[in-house]
T-cell receptor
Framework: EDQVTQSPEALRLQEGESSSLNCSYT??????LFWYRQDPGKGPEFLFT???AGEEKEKERLKATLTKKESFLHITAPKPEDSATYLC?????????????FGQGTILTVHP | DSGVTQTPKHLITATGQRVTLRCSPR?????VYWYQQSLDQGLQFLIQ???????AKGNILERFSAQQFPDLHSELNLSSLELGDSALYFC????????????????FGAGSRLTVL
């Protein structure tokens, strides 16, 4: 059974204070690791897909990296508008494209 | 606006009742997915339809059922509701083709919040 564990559960940062969110996963044959952002009262919004160890993707202040056991979401010089819940999900071998296993998320709060 | 439309946004009902949640996917997307989000379980995959046919099932209860219509909109039916069914129900859509193409990115709607009293 695929499993995803995210840490920390919550993270408070000052504006400009860089940090990283962790996503540890167990999956039989990784077919994709996904990062989503979720704002209160809204649905998850797609950020990145990573497929193989060593892969990196960047978008503005966010950078996602992948190893064989975990993924990191690095946030550089965050701003208050980066405050949200960040969700990590995986798809394993033999599962449908949209059947993702999500972690519990990391609630990020960035103070001005 | 993600392009995925869900109605109703909020729904309050009583135990034992039945409700229907509706989802219109993004224009051109053939796949529809239903997820349940609760505080203790997080986001859980329920079921997927592709162009009207069921493609994958998760831990969906027997009291729950879904279908996708010829116009590609989908409905999730929840019956004999229990207190524990209170949750956010999300619909997502994708073009549903390819392995590594952007077509497999799930676009989520804003969700339907169900409260069972």
């Amino acid at each position: 059974e695929d499993q995803v564990t995210q840490s920390p559960e919550a993270l408070r940062l000052q504006e400009g204070e860089s940090s990283s969110l962790n996503c540890s996963y167990t999956v039989s044959g990784l077919r994709g690791l996904f990062w989503y952002r979720q704002d209160p009262g809204k649905g998850p919004e797609f950020l990145f897909t990573l497929y193989s160890a060593g892969e990196e993707k960047e978008k503005e202040r966010l950078k996602a990296t992948l190893t064989k056991k975990e993924s990191f979401l690095h946030i550089t010089a965050p701003k208050p508008e980066d405050s949200a819940t960040y969700l990590c999900a995986v798809r394993g071998r033999g599962t449908s494209y949209g059947k993702l296993t999500f972690g519990q998320g990391t609630i990020l709060t960035v103070h001005p | 606006d993600s392009g995925v439309t869900q109605t109703p946004k909020h729904l309050i009902t009583a135990t034992g009742q039945r409700v229907t949640l509706r989802c219109s996917p993004r224009s051109g997307d053939l796949s529809v997915y239903w997820y349940q989000q609760s505080l203790d379980q997080g986001l859980q995959f329920l079921i997927q339809y592709y162009n009207g046919e069921e493609r994958a099932k998760g831990n969906i209860l027997e009291r729950f059922s879904a279908q996708q219509f010829p116009d590609l909109h989908s409905e999730l039916n929840l019956s004999s509701l229990e207190l524990g069914d209170s949750a956010l129900y999300f619909c997502a859509s994708s073009a549903g083709t390819g392995v590594r193409s952007g077509a497999n990115v799930l676009t989520f709607g804003a969700g339907s919040r169900l409260t069972v009293l």
